[in-house]
C-alpha cells in the first residue's frame, strides 16, 4: 500500500461514502497478538468512540436515535455511557418517569421498566453499528453509586452482575467497564464481586474498569475478568499508553477519556487541537483506540448542536487516516531511531513527538503538535524513502517528497512542515516505495 497514490482524506469525506458496507460484527474480542481488538470475523476493529454518559435517563427514544444516528453518520463506532444515572440522587427517574430500583440499597429491587428503556438504548447502539461500551453501576466522582454498591455487600453485588449478564448479555454489541471515576475503594469487595459475576455470566463479552485517572492496569491488569486497559488521563495521553505497552501479561490498552471539546476542567481549554493531540498522542504510543467527548456529554439542553462542533469532524479526518493504514501492525517507536533532533519533551502537554512503526519501517507515522524542525536518521533503510505531510485539520496530504537513507540532522538539512497560520500540528508519513 503506497499512501501517496490515494486520493486525500479531504475527498473521501466529500465523497461522503456510506460507512454502513464495513459494519463490524459484533461481540468484539482481543487479537491474537493481544494488542488491538478484533471482531467476531477477526477483522482489526480501530475504537472509534464518543462518550454519551448519560443518554439512557436523558433523552427520549426519538432523541436517542437522532443522536446515535449523527454519530453513525461522522464515522464513529463506539459509544460509552452509564446504565445507572450519574447523579447524587439514586431516585433519579429517565424521560419516561422510571428509576432503577425501588430501593437503591437494595439491587434485587430493579424496576423492569427502566432496565427494558437500557435495554432498548443498547439495541438502538448496535443497530447503527456501533459497539456500546456500558458502566453497570457508575461509582463517581465523589460518591454517586459507591455507597449504594458497598451497602449491598458482595452477595447483592454478585446477584446483581448475574442479572446484568443474563439481560445485556445477549446484545452482541456490548463491551462492558466497571467502576466509573473512581477506585473501588471501601467497596472494593463489592466491586470485584460486580465483576466476577458478570465475567461468569457473560463470557463472551469484554470487560475493563474505569478509575481514577490511571489506567486499569495500576489495580486489574491481573485479574482474569479484565480483558484489556483502559486509561484515563487529562494530560498527555501517551504517557499511561507507554506504560501498559511494556506490561506483563500483554494486554490491549484504550485511551477510554481525556479533555472534552471546550469543556475547561483544567487549565487547558478543550480545544479541536487538543483533540487531536490526544487521539494522535494514544494511538502512536500503542492505544487500540480513542474516546471523544464535547462539553456536552451529560447530554444538556445544546446536545443537538454540539454534534457538529469542529472536533467531531476532524476526528472523522483521523479515522479515514488510520484505516488507511496498516495501524494494527503498528509499534510504539519508544527508542525514537528515527528521530534523532526535535522529540520534545517527555511529559509536557504540548510539544512531544509520538511515533509508531512497523517492525519492517515499510510504514511509519510521526505525529507533531508543534511545528519545529526535525532531526531524522533514516540510515537503516536500505533505500531512499518516500515522504508526505498530512494535515491533521483538513485531511489533505501535502504533494510527496523523497528522503534520502541518511541522518537529516546537518544545519539546513532537518525536515520541517509547511507554514499554515492556525494550528501547527502536523502528521509525518514515511514509506518505502
Known amino acids: 500500500m503506497k499512501l501517496y497514490a490515494l486520493i486525500s482524506l479531504h475527498l473521501l469525506l466529500a465523497l461522503n461514502c456510506d460507512s454502513s458496507h464495513a459494519q463490524p460484527h459484533f461481540p468484539l474480542r482481543v487479537s491474537d497478538d493481544q494488542r488491538y481488538l478484533v471482531d467476531a470475523q477477526n477483522r482489526p476493529f480501530l475504537v472509534h468512540g464518543e462518550s454519551s454518559w448519560e443518554i439512557v435517563w436523558m433523552l427520549t427514544k426519538e432523541e436517542t436515535s437522532e443522536y446515535f444516528a449523527k454519530r453513525a453518520a461522522q464515522g464513529f463506532n463506539a459509544t460509552l455511557f452509564n446504565i445507572l444515572p450519574d447523579s447524587h440522587d439514586p431516585h433519579t427517574k429517565n424521560r419516561a418517569g422510571d428509576e432503577p430500583f425501588r430501593n437503591p440499597l437494595d439491587f434485587t429491587t430493579v424496576n423492569d421498566a427502566y432496565f427494558e428503556h437500557a435495554e432498548w438504548v443498547v439495541a438502538e447502539v448496535g443497530r447503527f453499528g456501533m459497539a456500546a461500551f456500558i458502566f453497570p453501576c457508575y461509582l463517581g466522582i465523589d460518591d454517586s453509586w459507591i455507597d449504594e454498591l458497598h451497602a449491598n455487600g458482595a452477595d447483592q453485588a454478585a446477584a446483581y452482575g448475574k442479572f446484568l449478564a443474563e439481560r445485556f448479555g445477549k446484545y452482541p454489541n456490548v463491551v462492558w467497564i466497571l467502576g466509573g471515576d473512581r477506585d473501588p475503594e471501601y467497596a472494593k469487595e463489592e466491586q470485584l464481586a460486580l465483576a466476577r459475576a458478570i465475567h461468569q455470566h457473560d463470557p463472551h463479552h469484554l470487560i475493563t474498569f474505569h478509575g481514577r485517572e490511571h489506567s486499569s492496569a495500576d489495580l486489574f491488569h491481573n485479574e482474569a475478568w479484565l480483558g484489556f486497559n483502559l486509561t484515563y488521563n487529562y494530560a498527555e495521553t501517551y504517557s499511561q499508553s507507554h506504560q ?111 511515533a509508531a512503526a512497523t517492525p519492517d519501517l515499510s510504514v511509519a507515522v510521526l505525529y507533531m503538535p508543534v511545528a519545529r524542525h526535525l532531526g531524522l536518521d533514516l540510515s537503516f533503510y536500505s533505500g531512499p524513502v518516500q515522504a508526505r505531510w498530512f494535515d491533521p485539520t483538513t485531511g489533505v496530504f501535502q504533494e510527496a517528497f523523497q528522503l534520502d537513507n541518511k541522518k537529516y540532522i546537518q544545519w539546513g538539512k532537518r525536515i520541517s512542515p509547511p507554514v499554515r497560520d492556525c494550528d501547527s500540528d502536523w502528521v509525518l508519513v514515511l514509506e518505502k516505495p
Open 244 to 354: 501498559d505497552w511494556h506490561r506483563i501479561p500483554v494486554k490491549p490498552t484504550l485511551m477510554g477519556e481525556s479533555g472534552y471539546e471546550r469543556e475547561a476542567n483544567d487549565w487547558r481549554y478543550g480545544t479541536p487541537q487538543r483533540m487531536r493531540r490526544q487521539l494522535y498522542w494514544a494511538l502512536l504510543s500503542g492505544s487500540c483506540g480513542h474516546f471523544y467527548g464535547t462539553d456536552f456529554w451529560d447530554q444538556k439542553p445544546g446536545w443537538r448542536e454540539s454534534l457538529d462542533w469542529l472536533g467531531a469532524h476532524q476526528m472523522q479526518i483521523a479515522k479515514q487516516f488510520f484505516d488507511a493504514l496498516p495501524w494494527q501492525t503498528l509499534a510504539p517507536e519508544f527508542e525514537k531511531k528515527l528521530i534523532v533532533e526535535g522529540n520534545g519533551d517527555y511529559g509536557s502537554n504540548d510539544d512531544y513527538i509520538t
